[in-house]
């Protein structure tokens, strides 16, 4: 009886196990069918411009916002510590690294994930469902050249540019803190973060996972809506598919990238 | 081709995220601080660098005037041997002094040069001869544990502390002897 079921527990367990590597494949063939059949997102470049608007400009609201408040915790709770030790002017160097090298590119991929990777889910998977997707096969237009790959660039271009309006605005909620609120010196503030951000070595490694982040995240909501199951339920649930391996996936990356820029 | 509003929007979004990587590359980065031009290197050997790093800055008089390029170890001498890239704008003598400081007391290290009296002025591929190392903390409080444990010992009046350790020998006692009193 326990023998039974412990067979049934494997069973389970190898079943899922290569279902996901099942859905790894499927996910790197729709990557690659993707980038090669690229080419008429940038012809009719007019297609990837309309999905930034959608992704990009209308995710800026909850970015800018949520940027706004995390550098104002982070000069807070940085204050807070650092006049322990009496050097309270380097919390402009602690909200600036903090931001372009971390929180920036991952705070917005994760906002990024839940407000457009879960509209994108949706979006496709309900074309899938109303057989849009068959209809324009039907018409011999690949849905992947019209459909996939100019929201995958749409979101590889928008994602960079939210994750350093992020970080510059990040940085502007904690100079309100710091310098007005509390009475950090404001010279010493701007100066000290001048002399210890480096513009290659921190600013550019982030822009970089930022980008890494927009592929993996775009990719991943365009794979879910496209293997949606057809059915009410089946979008309901790629889209939470989405915003969960999405967020998995980017902390996951995050540790990856940030091992081989900390070169020791 | 028609103009849509989307267009307009997109435009903005991005001309936006350019002007917030040129805010952080001005206002938060060191990219207009930090742009050193020419440079020239010159090598220096030390006996222990201590917590010195690549990119660190050399000052002379408290100004920047190059960043350190690369430390490797020489396993003939067993010393480090410290490139520095200096500004071509600044021209130093044969025989400048370079001291490995720390700025505050556990602030990052650097290089501090000491102009001296040559004619000649360091060339590309120079070596700078006269160098000092860095303070090792655990060796100054050792040092400074023994000499109190010797004046005990000893007789109190005796404050001239001997240092026994080869690499605080160019300390001297001066710093010492202001604590101990």
Known sequence: MVLHKLKRMLSKLGAGCINKIWRLGAGGRLFWLTLISSGESFRRFRLTIREVYFTGVLSLIIILVSAFFVGMVLALQGYHTLQKYGSSEAIGVLVALALVRELGPVVTALLFAGRAGTAITAEIGLMKATEQLSAMEMMAVSPIARVIAPRFWAGVIAMPVLATLFSMVGILGGYLVAVPLIGVDAGAFWSQMQANVDWEYDILNGVFKSVVFGVACTMIALFEGYDAPPTAEGVSRATTRTVVTSSLAVLGLDFILTSFMIAV | ?181
């Open chain 2, 1 to 181: 081709m028609e103009r849509t509003t989307i267009d307009l929007w997109v435009g903005i979004f991005v001309a936006l995220g350019f002007a917030a990587l040129l805010g952080l590359a001005m206002k938060v980065g060191n990219l207009t601080t930090s742009s050193i031009g020419q440079t020239y290197l010159v090598t220096a050997n030390f006996e222990n660098i201590g917590g010195l790093k690549p990119r660190a800055p050399v000052k002379s008089a408290g100004v920047v005037v190059g960043r350190v390029s690369e430390i490797v170890f020489d396993p003939k001498t067993y010393e480090a041997v410290v490139s520095l890239n200096i500004d071509t704008r600044y021209n130093f003598p044969k025989d400048t002094f370079a001291n490995i400081y720390t700025a505050g007391l556990l602030g990052e290290q650097y290089i501090g040069l000491e102009a001296g009296g040559d004619e000649v002025n360091l060339k590309n591929g120079d070596k700078i001869s006269q160098t000092q190392d860095a303070v090792v903390l655990e060796k100054l409080i050792s040092q400074f544990l023994y000499s109190k444990a010797t004046e005990s010992d000893d007789k109190p009046g005796k404050t001239a502390a001997t240092s026994t350790e080869s690499g605080v020998d160019a300390l001297d006692a001066s710093p010492l002897d202001k604590i101990g009193k």
